[in-house]
């Protein structure tokens, strides 16, 4: 039986980027950025796309993501002062989940230095209880989807 070892992404299998700049306090006693903060790196990511988009309002929404799972793979180490990129792409688009797969990029790397994914099931803000994606998020979110691997 042969084990399956994940392989990093490269550029062109992301749709979109998010450039963030790694602060002094990411890195930690080891000297590289905590794994913690990928994931943080990952949620920035996504919903900077959405509010850009006019599909998000944080604050008076009636539809929220909320994340029910998450997963990372590490590659390479990123450390302060490095200026990374988060690709992003959809991999599904459901009725009411979308699964978001992000890899980050170190400045001017054409293969990630990490990579996971992250599922949102979108929900109504007072109740909780699942909800159909909302066509205007619906619409922003299918560019994503277009290259996805095959």
Known sequence: MSE???QPGHRA???HFHAIATRWMDNDVYGHVNNVI????????VNHYLVQRGVLDIERGEVIGLVI???CNYFASVAFPDLIEVGIRVAHLGRSSVRYELAIFK?????AAAQGHFVHVYVDRGS???VALPEALRAALMP??????G
């Open 144 to 149: 994503l989807t277009l290259l996805m691997p």
């Open 38 to 45: 990928y994931y943080s790196w990952f949620d920035t990511a």
């Open 13 to 15: 299998d992301f749709q």
């Open 128 to 130: 909780r209880r699942p």
């Open 107 to 111: 400045a001017g790397e054409e293969t």
């Open 69 to 71: 799972e998450t997963q």
């Open 4 to 6: 399956h070892r994940p």
